[in-house]
Nanobody, 124 residues
Framework: QVQLVESGGGLVQAGGSLRLSCAVS????????MGWFRQAPGKEREFVAS????????DYADSVKGRFTISRNNAKNTVYLQMNSLKPEDTAVYYC?????????????????WGKGTLVTVSS
């Protein structure tokens, strides 16, 4: 059974930075496409960023492009989300997800495994 555990959320002022981590159990982490998603209060879950297992290609939602960076460390079975220049509208629960056999569908949320999320709150 694959398990994902997010960490690194918290309260930060606008303009600040946070780095989220997602530790993934399982021996095949390096073959998973990975994604970060978020859900703000009263809103639908939305795609944030993804990284492809085969070549580390990355993709981002327009709202975070240039501010957020997704990366992975296969030796540590961990994926990261570096978030800079945070805005109050980035406030949400952030979820890590793994799987997605078809990389182009990752942004639709078509993933096999999900973490429980970590809360990020950005104050103005």
């Amino acid at each position: 059974q694959v398990q994902l555990v997010e960490s690194g959320g918290g309260l930060v002022q606008a303009g600040g930075s946070l780095r989220l981590s997602c530790a993934v159990s399982g021996r095949t982490f390096s073959s998973y496409n990975m994604g970060w998603f978020r859900q703000a209060p009263g809103k639908e879950r939305e795609f944030v960023a993804s990284i492809r297992w085969s070549d580390d290609r990355t993709d981002y939602a327009d709202s975070v492009k240039g501010r957020f960076t997704i990366s992975r460390n296969n030796a540590k079975n961990t994926v990261y989300l570096q978030m800079n220049s945070l805005k109050p509208e980035d406030t949400a629960v952030y979820y890590c997800a793994a799987g997605g056999r078809t990389y182009t569908l990752v942004r639709t949320g078509t993933m096999d495994y999900w973490g429980k999320g970590t809360l990020v709150t950005v104050s103005s």
